[in-house]
């Protein structure tokens, strides 16, 4: 901006372009400090500053993110806190809008967790593709946990309430230490191994991040992923998350959560078991009813096919049959005999003798017609036989020989008929009126 273009800005256009400068420049940023001048008012919002020995940054976690925090923030405690840079236009202030806070030890495990996560899951560790489901009814159940701890009453408690039949094994382990992920780990893999349990349950109760820190353990997490068995994760509270979970086939907000996910709840199953009874016994008396007609039925079906019945059925039978027999029978015995009836009249009429007589006068009639027609017919014929010849013997090639001609053939029996077709030497054959002469061209 130059001095001629004399253009002015107020102060509040200053500070809006300052802070657009500074969120569009940086990211979020880990500052670890310091905390001072922590002040909470009315409204629930957390002020404060971070310094170190040369400078220090205002602060500001409002009340959705600081009611969740996990410890007090008190003066002089050193923190890790992760935020955004912006700027307070109404007074011109340079701070940093906090949405993580965390006590310096616990966000030096923070980040440990976060490298150890994102290589795990860059190696699909955590990939809901190879999870397996859970069973639809299990039946044993293996509880990996501290036997003392409030997890264990909290699980057990809710299993027995909706579920007292499951058989449930509680297998103890250390929950919290540096011996705790080594025997979590052999523990959930010889429960694997015995072939006994249906779910494996890892729990334990609430705590700081250093707490649970056994259950980030990478050989843990990896143990949970390749356990042939379904691993149910429920550690710590709600907001608690550990690569156990991650791994696990199914992570419960809480110990008694995962318990209830687990077994249904005796009350639904009666409901539904008293809902298949009713049905059953519609289905069995729908059915029975079904029988009872069917017998019912039979049975009188048998009695209309009980012997005397159907004696008594064939004997009408066969008193039916022999009354339309004997009327078949009139009525056939009449037809022939008035067909015989009328054949008599007919052969009277056409007695052979009468037959044979005006026969002879026909033939009498008929004997010179024959002789006739024979005879023109032969002299039609001989003169339609002397035309063809006299056409034959006009076309025919012997004709002309008889005139003086003679037909000239070579060998193959080609017909001559120009002086080009015939070579010195050839030798020929020529047919004249009364025989042939074998010839030689010069």
């Known amino acids: 901006m130059t001095d001629t273009a004399r253009d002015i800005l107020t102060p509040t256009q200053l500070n809006t372009l300052a802070r657009d400068l500074l969120e569009g420049a940086f990211p979020l940023v880990w500052v670890e400090g310091e905390l001072g001048n922590v002040t909470r008012p009315a409204s629930g919002h957390l002020y404060f500053t971070l310094k170190d020995a040369r400078a220090q940054v ?68 955590f990939d809901d593709v190879r999870k397996r489901p859970l069973p639809a009814h299990v039946r044993r159940l293996a509880v990996l946990t501290s036997p003392t701890g409030a997890a264990v009453r909290d699980v057990l408690s809710v299993l027995q309430r909706r579920f007292p039949l499951l058989e449930v094994d509680v297998l103890p382990v250390q929950v919290q230490g540096e011996t705790a992920a080594a025997q979590i780990v052999d523990m959930l893999q010889r429960a694997a191994r015995s072939g006994r349990y249906d779910v494996l349950l890892v729990t334990r109760g609430g705590g700081s991040l250093e707490d649970l820190w056994a259950f980030n ?53 009666l409901a539904r078991v008293q809902t298949l009874h009713r049905r059953l016994a519609t289905t069995h008396a729908h059915r029975l009813r079904n029988a009872m007609q069917r017998a019912d039925r039979a049975a009188l079906r048998l009695h209309a096919l009980r012997p005397q019945a159907r004696l008594d059925m064939f004997r ?127």
């Open 316 to 442: 009408r039978r066969q008193e039916d049959a022999a009354r339309r027999l004997h009327a078949l029978w009139r009525d056939q015995h009449a037809r022939r005999l008035a067909a015989l009836r009328h054949a008599d009249a007919v052969l009277r009429a056409h007695a052979p003798r009468r037959r044979l007589e005006q026969l002879r006068a026909r033939l009498l009639a008929l004997a010179p017609r024959p002789q006739a027609a024979v005879a023109r017919t032969l002299q039609r014929d001989a003169l339609r036989l002397r035309a063809l010849a006299r056409s034959l013997e006009a076309v025919s090639p012997l004709a002309t020989v008889a005139r003086g001609y003679a037909l000239v053939t070579k060998e193959d029996g080609t017909l001559v008929r120009s002086v080009a077709q015939v070579q010195p030497g050839d030798r020929l054959e020529a047919q004249v009126a009364d025989g042939r002469m074998r010839l030689r061209a010069e």
């Open 58 to 125: 205002r602060c500001a976690m409002f009340k959705p993110k600081s009611q969740w925090l996990k410890f007090a923030p008190r003066e002089g405690l050193r923190v890790l806190a992760r935020g955004r840079l912006t700027l307070y236009e109404a007074r011109g202030d340079y701070q940093l809008v906090i949405d993580s806070l965390e006590e310096a030890g616990e966000g030096a495990l923070r980040r440990a967790f976060e490298e150890l996560k994102a290589r795990l899951a860059a190696e699909g560790l």
């Open 217 to 269: 353990d990478e050989r843990l997490a990896r143990a949970i992923a390749a356990s042939p068995v379904p691993v149910v994760s429920a550690i710590g509270h709600e907001t608690d998350f550990t690569l156990a979970d991650f791994a696990a086939d199914l992570r419960a907000p809480t110990p008694s959560v995962a318990a209830e996910v687990l077994v249904p709840d005796r009350r639904d199953l």
